[in-house]
């Protein structure tokens, strides 16, 4: 290749360079440009600095899932028993509250692993999913989804049985749907991501 030639091909691919810059130069300018205030779209609401209240020697840990119960009132949490992962704890994780703060219910005590998703139905039911606590090894508890009454009687198992992930369909319950017509449906990791459930 002559001189002339490979000095066009170096200019060549510098040009490419910097139009490979200018681009993403300009995509992280419109990133940055859509995270800055907007005065001209409401923020109607203010925080409510600790409005819950717990009993006194529990504390509040990680939390996934809120849920507003039947009462358009009350709030349903999904707590990890004061920490990140209930595996050895006897503490209820699902936990409601009054619209001043109050705990007026507790319910699941030594049977979640990874509580993770809250649903209320119409009439009142509370479903909650129980997760992976990313351990692949053998689990009472984990990849399965509880049915309560809105009293806290466990109704059903509705998905697993706290399996082995890898003879498990699901991996990790992430969160729960009930329809008209009684099926059940399962946000889960990995795909198909929604599964279906029929009454048998």
């Known amino acids: 290749m002559n001189p002339t030639a490979a000095m066009v091909r170096r200019c060549g691919y510098f040009t490419n360079a910097l139009l490979t810059i200018a ?23 203010r925080t409510i600095e600790r409005w819950i ?24 949490v999904a707590d990890r028993c004061g920490g990140a992962s209930c595996m050895d704890s006897t503490l ?56 309560f009454t809105p009293a806290g009687r466990l109704l059903m198992i509705a998905i697993g049985k706290g399996k082995k992930p890898e003879k498990d369909p699901i991996t990790a319950a992430e969160g729960v749907a009930a329809d008209r017509m009684g099926n059940v449906y399962g946000a889960v990791v990995p795909t198909p991501g929604v599964t279906k459930h029929s009454r048998r």
Do not use: C
């Open 23 to 45: 681009v993403a130069l300009s995509a992280y300018a419109a990133a940055a440009q859509s995270l800055q205030p907007r005065p001209d779209v409401p923020t109607p609401y």
């Open 92 to 147: 209820a994780p699902i936990l409601k509250f009054d619209p001043s703060g109050t705990l007026t219910a507790s319910l699941g005590a030594g049977l979640f692993l990874v509580p993770h998703g809250i649903y209320v139905d119409r009439n009142g039911n509370i479903w909650v999913t129980d997760a992976s606590d990313g351990m692949n090894v053998p689990r009472a508890k984990g990849h399965q989804v509880f049915k």
């Open 53 to 76: 209240t717990m009993p006194a020697g529990r504390t509040m840990g990680s939390t996934s899932a809120i849920e507003v119960d039947r009462d358009g009132r009350s709030v349903w």
